[in-house]
């Protein structure tokens, strides 16, 4: 079992940079894949970013903005949301499982959500 609480989320205009972090404990976080998935109102969940030893895998509309990066000291995952706009705003969501991919279904846990709001 791995328990993932986000935090970093808030309200941010165009334009500014937001961090968040999800802390994992439960199981040893440096054999798990770690993903953030977001949900807009009225939207279904989306991939965002994903990471494993080193490096991500970003969607298209976060590549060059979004930077996902991982402590394994310290059970924590973190992305780096910079140039945002209105429409990054959603729930984020951590999620971890053993297996690589940008389907909610590849990742066993989530996190409660964080929210974050890009004003224009």
């Known amino acids: 079992q791995v328990q993932l609480v986000e935090s970093g989320g808030g309200l941010v205009q165009a334009g500014g940079s937001l961090r968040l972090s999800c802390l994992a404990s439960g199981r040893t976080f440096s054999s798990l894949v770690m993903g953030w998935f977001r949900q807009a109102p009225g939207k279904e969940r989306e991939f965002v970013a994903r990471i494993f030893w080193s490096g991500g895998s970003y969607a298209d509309s976060v590549k060059d903005r979004f930077t996902i990066s991982r402590d394994n000291a310290k059970s924590t995952v973190y992305l780096q949301m910079n140039s945002l706009r209105p429409e990054d705003t959603a729930v984020y969501y951590c999620?971890?499982?053993?297996?690589?991919?940008?389907?909610?279904?590849?990742?066993?846990?989530w996190g409660q959500g964080t929210q974050v709001t890009v004003s224009s």
């Open positions: 999620a971890a499982g053993p297996l690589h991919g940008s389907s909610s279904s590849s990742y066993n846990y």
